[in-house]
Structure formats: structure tokens, C-alpha cells
């Protein structure tokens, strides 16, 4: 076991080696689709399509053909958001919101080719503007359970 601080709480969790491995999701393009993806020992489904999914966290996003494929993985240090999202930092979105350090190891975030985060589920809002005529994309991420 591993004992930490983070914020104002003590987290005992299991030293590393032992929880299942991280697993990306790609999109491809805009056809409907659905998948999984671990963070952190934690499993995600994923909906995305041009139709809003019934999850609690769910965003549209303005995507164009040259953002694809799109990647829903775990955060990592030195993660950028798209240029005009305000502050830059996921981390920094994170500890405004009082997320612990632990936590966002295990929340996934959604980047796209250019590996600029577009969105980062339950913190922070899309980072790209919608533009007139674009294609609805919506994508929507669930808690599922942890390993």
C-alpha cells in the first residue's frame, strides 16, 4: 500500500504494478461509435456521434476532418489546451476545481492529431469555438467502474 497526501486528505491506494494497464481510445472520424478506455485502474465508455449521448459528462465539439483521429487517454504532465481556451494547463484547471493530484490520474481527457487537449470531462468545457456550418460532434464519457 501506498499512503500520500493530497489537499487537505491522506489516500491510501496500491503501490504501483499491480492495477490493469492504460488503454487508449481512437476516433477515427465522425461516424457513430462507442468504446472503452482505462485510466488510472479506472474503465471509461465513450459514446461520440452526431448526436448527444446521454451521459452526465458529455460536450460538442467543433471538429473539422484535420483534427481526426481523435484520442481519449489519461492526462499527463505537460498536456496543452487548444490555443484560445483561457488558461493553458490542464493540471492548473484541475487544482482550481480542487481535483487531488490522484484523481486526475485516473480522468480521461480528449486530444486531438495535433495533441492539443480539446476537452477535459468534468473540469473544463470544449476549447474550440463552434463555427457556423459546422458538422455536430458530439462525444460523451461514463464512469463505468474500477478494476
Known amino acids: 500500500l501506498l499512503l500520500r497526501r493530497s489537499l487537505a486528505e ?3 491506494a496500491r503501490a ?8 487508449t481510445l481512437t476516433v477515427a472520424g465522425w461516424a457513430a461509435g462507442r468504446g472503452e478506455v482505462v485510466v488510472g485502474g479506472v474503465r471509461w465508455v465513450v459514446e461520440w456521434g452526431p448526436k448527444a ?13 484535420d483534427h481526426f483521429p481523435l484520442q481519449v487517454r489519461g492526462w499527463r504532465p505537460g498536456d496543452r489546451f487548444a490555443p484560445g481556451a483561457g488558461t493553458r494547463s490542464p493540471s492548473r484547471a484541475w487544482a482550481r476545481a480542487g481535483v487531488p493530484r490522484h484523481e486526475r490520474l485516473r480522468r480521461p481527457v480528449v486530444e486531438d492529431r495535433r495533441a492539443r487537449l480539446l476537452w ?3 473540469v473544463r468545457g470544449p476549447s474550440n469555438r ?3 456550418g459546422d458538422v455536430p460532434f458530439f462525444i460523451g464519457i461514463g464512469h463505468v467502474d474500477q478494476l
Not at 504501483?16 to 488503454?23: E, F, H, Q, S, V
Open 130 to 132: 463552434a463555427v457556423a
Open 16 to 23: 504501483g504494478g499491480d492495477g490493469p494497464a492504460d488503454r
Open 53 to 65: 449521448p446521454a451521459h452526465a459528462l458529455r460536450a460538442r465539439l467543433a471538429v473539422e476532418s
Open 10 to 12: 491522506l489516500v491510501v
Open 120 to 122: 477535459v470531462p468534468g
